[in-house]
């Protein structure tokens, strides 16, 4: 490909309202373009490096033995009022009539479909188990469409189906499906995790997502830093172990210092309301508190005392005034503490848990925070914002249920047949790519998906004939040895080309000069490295691959 030839779109300042390193890379790399909030076209550098990624995940998909389909992506809207999903996901679907006033939705997923179809056309247990996939647009109403192609209303996913006879069968499909993701993910170069989930709007019974670490992702997990454990932040629970501290914290009169959070309780409960006590430095955790019984849901908090005098004096009459106390079981062996206050200048004095309050119960009841221990036992935990990428679900017989999908047995009883669901957001692994592959020139793609393998910068080519020829004659070799190149053919300097270059994330580029050729040679630039090597030309007609596989290898910054 010359560059006179193909729709290059690069943006040398960042552009406006974008929020994620991933945002602004691809528009200005020139990999899409906005058409509406949430709508975006894919331009011919980003167009290449998604249908790289959906080949890798038809090839994995291939492997395990997944036949390819292709299902509409209108339905109507009476399938899903049938499964009652209508409601659950309420206003994320796009919903429409057509001129018969017939209601339909955009498919936000295929689970209905794909049930009702098959329903008809399995019919024996010789044909399970079967897993079905497609990768094809997805569609939701987001109610705030950020993040460029993290959070839109159209959006490309890989989604697989399963059928099978029993759990077990089913079971031993998802391991499996788990297995090809974690291949698919160590090849496009992604550092991730795999979370246990919920499955909510799914259905089912055990879920589990795979997460990308991105400094822009809106989740947080709870990771050890020795292990692949990984939790979402909200169900991680705190490990607290026995200090014996108590002495020394006496002789060096350490205070804690405690904040206190009022809580609504149901109106039916005994108590009047709660207040939690918790360190300063931590955050109550909202999740772990809806078990508590007496609590109003969903949690509701409530003005406390601006007088800590006063505060102080409820603390104390918890039991009489019938108001619930808990603390967290981080500061049950803290000797003596003092009360938080946002009032500057407050003076007041340490006050002793097992002599001040007696009425108190001790619960885990906030969030882990880094150099909390691991769940696991091993390592400590540290905090990492996340990208979900891939959601597995094992749903069992809900949908067979109730699209009465079922094959009899030897007694001709009816055996409903278990599912599992299995998404990938193509959209969103591309993001994470950058996310996690980038420098301050621009992306550095891993070679298996980026725009082309390698491109070719001659300076000042339209004026040395020696130039042009070299030039030529490499890029003729690279096409017929099949290799993705791009010949930078404009007329503009060495400078202008490297930028745009390096801003496409094309690892390998060759620069040819006046200076290097007269010595038979050309300068080979390593992005990964980012590091400039001289080369003989003869060396790279020869074997170009096995030069760059070794220059890309070594010395990497």
């Not at 998909?61 to 809207?77: D, R, S, T």
């Not at 039991?319 to 200048?345: A, E, H, P, R, V």
Request: charged content about 25%; glycine content about 4%; hydrophobic content about 40%.
């Amino acid at each position: 490909m010359k560059m006179t030839n193909y729709l290059l779109s690069t943006l040398h300042e960042i552009p406006k309202n974008t929020e994620t390193i991933s945002h602004q890379l691809m528009l200005r790399a020139g990999m899409i373009r906005k058409l509406a909030s949430g709508l975006y076209t894919w331009l011919p550098t980003g167009y290449r490096i998604l249908q790289k990624i959906v080949k890798i995940i038809k090839k994995e998909m291939n492997l395990l033995g997944a036949l390819e389909i292709c299902l509409p992506l209108i339905h109507p809207k009476k399938l899903w009022d049938q499964s009652k999903r209508t409601e659950l996901y309420g206003n994320e679907l796009l919903k429409f009539s057509n001129r018969r006033k017939k209601k339909f939705i955009l498919g936000p997923t295929h689970e209905e479909v794909i049930t009702k179809i098959l329903k008809n056309e399995i019919f024996s247990i010789q044909q399970l188990p079967l897993i079905l996939f497609q990768i094809q647009k997805k569609f939701r109403d987001e109610i705030r469409p950020r993040f460029g192609v993290l959070r839109t209303i159209e959006f490309l996913m890989k989604d697989a189906y399963s059928f099978h006879t029993d759990l077990k069968s089913l079971q031993n499909t998802y391991q499996k499906i788990s297995d090809t993701y974690i291949k698919i993910l160590k090849k496009l170069k992604i550092e991730f995790r795999i979370v246990a989930s919920t499955s909510k709007t799914m259905g089912g019974f055990i879920s589990h997502e795979f997460h990308a670490f991105s400094n822009s992702g809106e989740d947080i997990l709870a990771c050890s830093t020795h292990t692949k454990y990984a939790e979402h932040l909200k169900n991680a629970p705190v490990i607290y172990k026995k200090k014996s501290s108590l002495k020394s914290e006496k002789k060096k009169h350490i205070t804690k210092i405690i904040q206190t959070i009022y809580i609504k309780t149901k109106k039916k409960s005994i108590y009047k309301y709660a207040i939690f006590l918790l360190k300063v430095k931590h955050n109550l955790n909202f999740k772990k508190i809806e078990k508590i019984s007496h609590l109003e849901k969903p949690i509701f908090l409530l003005k406390k005392p601006l007088d800590l005098t006063n505060e102080v004096s409820i603390l104390r009459n918890t039991k009489k005034l019938k108001i619930l106390l808990i603390g967290d079981l981080t500061i049950k062996n803290c000797k003596f503490y003092t009360l938080f206050s946002q009032i500057k200048n407050l003076k007041y004095t340490p006050i002793f848990w097992n002599h001040d309050f007696k009425n108190i119960n001790f619960f885990d009841i906030r969030n882990v925070t880094n150099q909390d221990y691991s769940p696991d036992g091993i390592g400590k935990i540290t905090l990492k914002n996340s990208i979900e990428i891939g959601h597995i679900f094992q749903l069992g017989t809900k949908y067979s249920k109730i699209f009465q999908v079922s094959l009899s047995n030897k007694t001709k009883q009816k055996n409903f047949l278990n599912m599992g669901c299995y998404g990938i957001g193509i959209n969103r692994i591309i993001a994470a790519i950058i996310e996690q592959h980038y420098d301050e020139k621009g992306i550095i793609w891993p070679e298996i998906i980026a725009p082309f393998t390698l491109a070719i910068a001659p300076i000042n080519m339209h004026k040395n004939k020696e130039i042009k020829k070299i030039t030529y004659l490499l890029y003729q070799t690279f096409l017929i040895q099949k290799i993705e190149v791009i010949l930078d053919n404009r007329i503009k300097n060495i400078g202008y080309m490297l930028k745009d270059l390096e801003l496409m994330g094309i690892p390998n580029i060759l620069i040819i000069s006046k200076n290097t050729i007269q010595k038979k040679k050309i300068e080979f630039y390593s992005r990964k490295n980012n590091k400039k090597t001289l080369i003989s030309i003869k060396d790279i007609l020869k074997n170009f691959n096995k030069i760059k596989k070794k220059l890309n290898q070594n010395n990497i910054n």
